[in-house]
């Protein structure tokens, strides 16, 4: 097979695997159902290990796939799957585009061997300790999709948004409003100084990040040293004119000794197709060569089950603010959570910090915004890592979404009914910030929107009832705080289990509301 076809069949699934992640990652619509999801994600390397790790399933064995096809091919992984490394192929071409005066792109780059095996050791360790700390700042996927999620996203809604607004006024209604609930400072400054160390590296120097920095390259590359096809070097056809090299990305080409380095060669062709006297091949090799010719190495029916849970959601949040409650006093009562509130499905904090690795699928994924970034509220070690901020938003109580698409297995898919039942958290009353005893009015506001009516209203004084917790029947969904208008401290708030528990099923039977069927019919 010609090296310019190898190289079209690269690029195509680069585009194909980039463009499918990177939409999966930003889907504000909910157009991709979970197990389309979960196919797309099935051959990044680092969830797909840490899913098999939890649930020992077939399903979880996209990393096993992917060391196969390195065993034959090499890195064809880091070439045409990891979206971090097709991130910087983007970088270089644009690079490339702006030196295209300098007849030199790229140089041979000696290993820093000792720097790539301590960066793949580190992970490794700090995870068999019980935290993926080091793997949601080194893992190339994860930090593709903080990356996302981040710039990608926000980008996706303004996009969204105007359309929106054309259309309505055009009275088409083609798409919603789209809002963004919050923006956490912090992490989008740490997200954004590792975009801006990446792209750096790779406008300078190509894949250095991927040869130098990255454990699953290291990994990979490696494993590709005994990889059955090669790109090799003929010497006696060689005229040593070094264009191979100036192209390669990886700077793995020694084109004064005719070498390539197997274990960072990324399998990008380039090398191939630019080589004037047709002397590099990508072949099988079956013994060592001889030093003349050295070489080195679901469905219809999810998606439209996502849809409308969108929008129940997003009925949901608009009629919360349909009732306008006038806050004249602030509340003096600071709260302090002892524990962040991790989602339903990762079983506990701990667990949840030692699985996740802050790829922020499930932030893009989540329909009410509940999800999102954390700095500290785990502690250092689960540093980005979605928590429950019920700030921003609330648990939708009919929503498993989370669970669904989480690629590592950190949160868990839950059936609907035992998600129900699932305590993440339980909501904490403070009857000094709550207006109906600092204003004397009337408010409520937790106890409507509770799904469990574990929050519901006792007699206070003369006709004002004001809230009380069961918190037997609270599963810390956060329905109660969100729409709690006292500012600037919440008075009621939920607190975090550490490990998660079941809370009993509220049997009593929901007051329904008389109808007046005397009333003239509403349309």
């Known amino acids: 097979m010609s090296g310019p076809l190898l190289r079209k069949i690269r690029i195509t699934l680069s585009a194909f695997f980039f463009l499918a992640t990177s939409f999966l990652l930003i889907d504000i619509f909910r157009f991709i159902p979970p197990n389309i999801s979960n196919a ?158 990446v792209v750096l590296m790779s406008f300078l120097k190509g894949r250095l990040y991927c040869n130098t920095i990255c454990p699953v390259g290291t990994l990979l590359g490696y494993v590709s040293k005994f990889s059955l096809f090669k790109i090799a070097i003929k010497e006696e056809e060689c005229s040593n004119c070094g264009a191979c090299a100036k192209e390669c990305k990886a700077g793995c080409i020694n084109s004064e000794a005719n070498t390539i380095d197997a274990s960072r060669c990324v399998i990008c062709f380039d090398c191939i197709s630019s080589c004037p006297s047709e002397a590099i091949a990508f072949k099988y090799i079956v013994a060592k060569p001889q030093p003349a010719y050295r070489t080195t190495d679901e469905s219809k029916r999810n998606f439209l089950n996502n849809i409308t849970l969108y929008f129940l959601s ?59 970034p954390s700095f500290l ?56 910030n709550c207006i109906v005893q600092t204003q004397g009015t009337e408010c409520g506001a937790c106890s409507e929107h509770c799904p469990t009516k574990a929050v519901h209203m006792i007699p206070y004084e003369g006709n004002l009832v004001i809230p009380e917790v069961r918190e037997d029947f609270c599963i810390g969904c956060g329905a109660c705080e969100y729409p709690c208008p006292t500012k600037p401290h919440k008075a009621i708030y939920v607190e975090g289990n550490r490990i998660h528990q079941v809370a009993k099923k509220n049997v009593e039977e929901k007051k329904q509301e008389k109808m007046d069927y005397e009333e003239d019919f509403p349309f």
């Open 314 to 372: 997003f009925s949901a949040v608009a009629a919360q603010v349909k009732k306008k409650i006038v806050v004249t006093k602030p509340s003096l009562i600071p709260v302090f959570r002892k524990s962040a509130v991790s989602p339903p499905g990762s079983i506990s904090v701990e667990r949840y910090n030692s699985k996740c690795t802050a790829c922020h699928l499930c932030v893009s994924a989540c329909p009410t915004q509940v999800l999102q």
């Open 377 to 432: 509220e785990y502690g250092f070690l689960g540093m980005l890592q979605p928590r429950m901020d019920n700030y921003a938003g609330f648990c939708n109580f009919e929503c498993k979404i989370c669970g669904d698409v989480c690629p590592t297995g950190a949160i868990l898919p839950l059936e609907i009914e035992k998600k129900k039942l699932t305590q993440i958290g339980k909501a904490k009353f403070v009857k000094d």
């Open 40 to 197: 797309i994600l099935y051959l990044q390397f680092v969830p797909s290990v840490l899913k098999f790790i939890t649930i020992l399933s077939v399903s979880a064995l996209g990393f096993l796939v992917v060391l196969i096809f390195t065993v034959l091919f090499g890195r064809v992984y880091c070439s045409s799957v990891c979206p971090l490394g097709v991130l910087q192929d983007i970088v270089n071409w644009i690079s490339k585009k702006l030196k295209r005066k300098k007849k030199k792109q790229f140089d041979f780059l000696k290993e820093l061997k000792l720097l790539r095996l301590v960066l793949l050791a580190i992970p490794i360790l700090v995870f068999f300790l019980g935290s993926s700390l080091a793997l949601n700042f080194l893992d190339p996927y994860s930090i593709y999709g903080k990356f996302a999620g981040n710039f990608l996203r926000p980008l996706l809604v303004v996009a969204n948004n105007l359309v929106s607004a054309v259309s309505d006024h055009f009275k088409l209604y083609l798409v919603y409003n789209y809002e963004i609930k919050t923006f956490n400072l912090i992490p989008f400054v740490i997200t954004t100084t590792f975009f801006i160390v």
